[in-house]
């Protein structure tokens, strides 16, 4: 059975200066966990942010939830959560203080779930962002993000440095609030290594075109056989498939 689209992509154009994306067409499946890979550079959080509105696109259109983004940007937003590598935060504030205002804008905002996931992260309210490592930011960008019942979460190469540990806590972390649901989870990376048992659809970029969008079972062509494959077999077939179809290193 094919699942609807969350999200769907036609003939989107972006000029930003001396970087150029032109003709991109894409669609994504509710319900599951979609890696974006390329190389850096290869536009993938120009894109990630042009779905959001955040960069405008010249031509083009991007729905989501079946609506158009420039036409119901803020009721889109109310069912996102989204994490960008760069953050959007007042460095001078605390995390309490922060919450507070970001929580403004979403109608299903759960601080006691907020701080909970402050305690599980241990990190301090009132602690001012400024003073915080990176690791700990993106901790304080995911509590914020699982705390107001998103249905789609965007996360712009999230694992990018950080410690192997923190990475695969930050995995567990998303995979539970995923589990179950009808949840969609979009994240970039340029790391091809140790996702391939974590993801269930894959959208590839190169030479800033897509050059591939489908399934796991389509990548690897094995079908339900994927789930019964050592971990290491898996991870090796992965690399191999995408050194065919991005005809270089990830």
Request: charged share 25%; glycine share 6%.
């Amino acid at each position: 059975m094919t699942k609807e689209n969350i999200i769907k992509v036609e003939n989107l154009g972006i000029d930003i200066g001396d970087f150029s994306l032109k003709d991109i067409s894409f669609n994504l499946p509710y319900g599951t966990i979609i890696a974006f890979i390329g190389n850096n550079g290869s536009g993938k959080s120009v894109i990630l942010k042009a779905l959001l509105n955040i960069i405008p696109f010249y031509k083009g259109t991007v729905t989501i939830f079946n609506e158009d983004i420039k036409n119901k940007e803020k009721w889109i937003k109310n069912k996102i959560a989204f994490v960008f590598d760069d953050g959007y935060f007042y460095e001078n504030m605390s995390l309490n203080n922060m919450a507070t205002i970001i929580s403004s804008g979403y109608t299903k905002w759960n601080q006691a779930l907020f701080n909970r996931y402050l305690q599980d992260f241990e990190l301090d309210g009132n602690r001012e962002i400024s003073s915080l490592s990176k690791g700990m930011k993106m901790k304080f960008s995911l509590a914020i993000s699982l705390s107001h019942d998103a249905d789609l979460l965007i996360m712009d190469e999230p694992t990018n440095g950080l410690d192997l540990f923190f990475r695969e806590e930050l995995i567990k972390v998303i995979k539970e609030y995923i589990e179950g649901t009808n949840k969609t989870l979009l994240f970039s990376t340029h790391i091809a290594t140790d996702i391939s048992n974590f993801v269930d659809h894959f959208l590839i970029i190169h030479n800033r075109k897509i050059v591939f969008n489908s399934s796991k079972e389509e990548l690897f062509g094995l079908g339900d056989k994927n789930n019964k494959l050592e971990k290491g077999i898996l991870e090796q077939e992965f690399q191999n498939k995408l050194k065919y179809l991005y005809n270089g290193s990830v």
